[in-house]
C-alpha cells in the first residue's frame, strides 16, 4: 500500500478541494462533491452516489437542525473614521481572504452599513449597541444572541485562536442565534472577522476616546437548499457487512479538512488499483467511503440509510491535518470510542498503526487516547452502533479555523503515513478471517487488560478514602474489557467459528478473573462510589432519537443553565448509557466510572431534556433490590 501511494495526485486533491471549499459557499460545495464524484468514478469505485439531503433550516435528523443553504457574492468591512492610512483602512475583503466573512453572514442594505464600533463588556446594557457594529474579543458566534437581542447593527470578531499570526482571520464557523448552525429561527446579522493586528488598531482608537465609524458591505444570501455528500463502494466478495471510511468537506481550510478527504480518496483508489490488479485479493466485506458537510451531513445520511448504517461494522473517521514533519505538535493521536462502544477497533488502530511506524516512520511520535469528539466520530452511540476511530494530529504551525490553513503547509510525508494507515485499518478488517478474529480479539484482551492495570494503579495512587469506589470502578473496566472482545464474534457473524468463541471466552473469563483480583486487592466489596439521589433509582430514561441533544431550538435564556451537549462531556456519554432499562442511578454511576466523579446534576438534566420532549422518563415498577 505504501509503494502504491500517489503523492502528486494526493495533493493534487488537496488543492481541487481547497479551490472550492475555501470560499465555503453552498454552490461552491456542490463544485466540490461533484469533483469527488468524478474522482471515485475515475478510481473504478461502484456504486458512486451523490446524494442530496434537505438545507431549509428545518428538517432534522437525530435532534439536529439542519442548516440554511449560504451563498456569497462579495463583502468588506473597512473604517470610515477616523482618518487612517490605505492599508489600514480595509478590516475585511471576502474577495481576498474568504475568512474574513463569517459563514451564514447576512447581508447588508445594497449601499452597504455604517455605525458606530463599540466594543463588547459583559455586564453591560442593551442600549449601549443598539444599531452599533460591536468588537468582540471572544469567539462571536458564543454573542451572537445577545447581539441579536440588543438589535445591533453588525459583529466584528476579534478573536484568533492563534494571535501571533498577526495577519490572519480567524473563521467564525457558526452563526445561528442558538446553536451551531444557521436555521430558519436564525437571524442574518452582518458578521466579519478581522485580524490580530487590525483589532490592536481599533482597540488602540477607542481606548483614546476617539469614536471609530465603519462601513460594511455584504452581498450574501440564505436559502432552502441542499447538502451535498458522495459515496462510493470498493465491493466485497461476500454481500452483507461494510466497513466505513468518512470524513468532512465544506470547510475553508486545507488542513481541516482538504487533507482528510483527500487522503481518504487516495486510500479508496489505491486500494483498488492493487485490487483489480490482483496485487491484493479482494475483501470479503464491502469498504464504503462517504464524504459530507460536518456532523449534518453524516446525520443526514444515517437518517437515510439506517440499513446501510446496520451492516457496517467498524468505521475511520478522517478530520485529519497533514503536518510538516519537522514541526513539533505534528504527532499522530487516534482516539478510540467511548467506552459504552468498547470494541475490537480500539486496539486493532493501535495494532495497524504500531506496525507502519515501527517499520516506516520509527522518528514520529503517535499515541492513542480516550474518546474525544467535536466532529463525525459519534458513531459508536448505541443507537447507531458503529465502532470509529478517530485519527488526528496538529498542523505544526497553529492554523485551526484559520486564513493561514493553506495547501503550502501540507507535508506529503504526512499524507503517505495517514492514507496508509487508514487504507491497511479498513482493508485489514473487511478482509478478516480466522487468523485476524485472533488477531483482533488477543489485541482486545491485551487492552482490557492494560485498561484494568492501569485503573488499579489510579485508585491505589489514591488516598485510602477515595478508593471506596474503586473496585466497582474495576469491575466496570473489566466488563468493557469483555465486552470489546466478544465484540470480535458480530465481525465474524454467526456462527462463529467454534475455535473463535473459544478464545474470545476464554479471553472473558481471564479479563473476569483479572478484574476480581483487583476488586479484592482494593478492598473488594459492593461499590461504595458516591451515593446518587433516591429519585434515580426509581426512573428510567428512553431515548427517542440517535445522536445528540444540541438545543438549537431552545433560547439560552430557557436552558436552565444545562449544556447544549453537541459532542462530548457527562451530558452524551450519560445519554449514550441510557438503554431504556438501566435505571438513572446505573446510567450515572456508568458515567462517573468512565469520566470520573462530576457535580454534574444528571437527574436536573434529564428532567429538562424531557420536559422539551427529547427523551422519555418512566418509573420503574419495582425498587432495585
Known sequence: MRAEFRAGETLARVNEIHANDRWFTTPRFRATAEYLQKQLTGAGLHNVELLTF??????????????????????????????????????????????????????????????????????????????????????????????????????????????????????????????????????????????????????????????????????????????????????????????????????????????????????????????????????????????????????????????????????????????????????????????????????????????????????????WRPFVSGTDNYLGDPMIGVPVIFPYSGSGVHTHHNSEDTPDAVDPRSLQDMTVIAAAFVYSIAAADEPEYQMMAAAASARGHELLAHAALEAWQQPAAARAAAPGRIRFFAGRGQAAVNSVLSLAGAPAIPALRAAVDEHRRALARAGEFHARSLGGGADRSRPVPDEADRIIVRRKRFGTIPLDTIPPEQREGYPAAMFQGPAVIALWWCDGRRTLSEVIRLTQYELGETDFDFLGYFRFVEKHGFVEIVQRLSHPR
Request: proline content about 7%.
Open 54 to 367: 434537505p438545507a431549509n433550516g428545518r428538517t432534522q435528523a437525530g435532534f439536529w437542525t439542519m442548516p440554511l443553504a449560504w451563498d456569497a457574492e462579495d463583502a468588506t468591512l473597512e473604517i470610515v473614521s477616523p482618518n487612517v492610512s490605505p492599508a489600514q483602512r480595509m478590516l475585511a475583503d471576502y474577495r481576498q481572504t474568504p475568512q474574513s466573512l463569517c459563514n451564514w453572514s447576512g447581508p447588508t442594505p445594497p449601499g452597504g452599513l455604517e455605525a458606530e464600533l463599540v466594543e463588547w463588556h459583559d455586564g453591560l446594557p442593551p442600549s449601549r449597541y443598539r444599531g452599533k457594529f460591536v468588537l468582540t474579543a471572544r469567539d462571536v458566534s458564543s454573542l451572537k444572541w445577545a447581539l441579536v437581542q440588543a438589535g445591533s447593527a453588525g459583529a466584528v470578531n476579534t478573536f484568533n485562536e492563534n494571535p501571533s499570526l498577526r495577519d490572519s482571520h480567524h473563521w467564525i464557523a457558526a452563526w445561528g442565534d442558538f446553536s451551531w448552525a444557521f436555521t430558519a429561527a436564525s437571524t442574518p446579522l452582518p458578521c466579519f472577522s478581522i485580524t490580530p493586528a487590525a483589532s490592536g488598531l481599533l482597540r488602540a482608537r477607542l481606548a483614546a476616546g476617539e469614536r471609530v465609524v465603519l462601513r460594511a458591505r455584504s452581498l450574501t444570501r440564505h436559502y432552502a437548499g441542499e447538502l451535498y455528500a458522495v459515496t462510493g463502494l470498493i465491493t466485497g466478495s461476500s454481500p452483507g457487512q461494510e466497513v466505513l471510511m468518512l470524513g468532512h468537506t465544506s470547510e475553508p481550510g486545507a488542513q481541516d479538512n482538504a487533507t482528510g478527504v483527500a487522503m481518504m480518496t487516495e486510500a479508496m483508489a489505491l486500494l483498488e488499483r492493487l485490487i483489480s490488479s490482483g496485487r491484493l485479493p479482494a475483501p470479503r466485506r464491502s469498504i464504503r467511503m462517504l464524504a459530507m458537510p460536518e456532523m449534518f451531513g453524516s446525520l443526514s445520511y444515517i437518517a437515510r440509510y439506517p440499513e446501510r448504517m446496520h451492516r457496517t461494522v467498524a468505521a475511520l473517521c478522517l478530520d485529519t491535518p497533514a503536518g510538516n514533519y519537522d514541526f513539533a505538535n505534528t504527532e499522530y493521536t487516534f482516539y478510540v470510542n467511548p467506552l459504552v462502544a468498547a470494541s475490537f477497533a480500539d486496539s486493532w488502530i493501535t495494532a495497524v498503526a504500531g506496525q507502519y511506524f515501527a517499520r516506516h516512520a520509527r522518528g514520529r511520535k503517535w499515541r
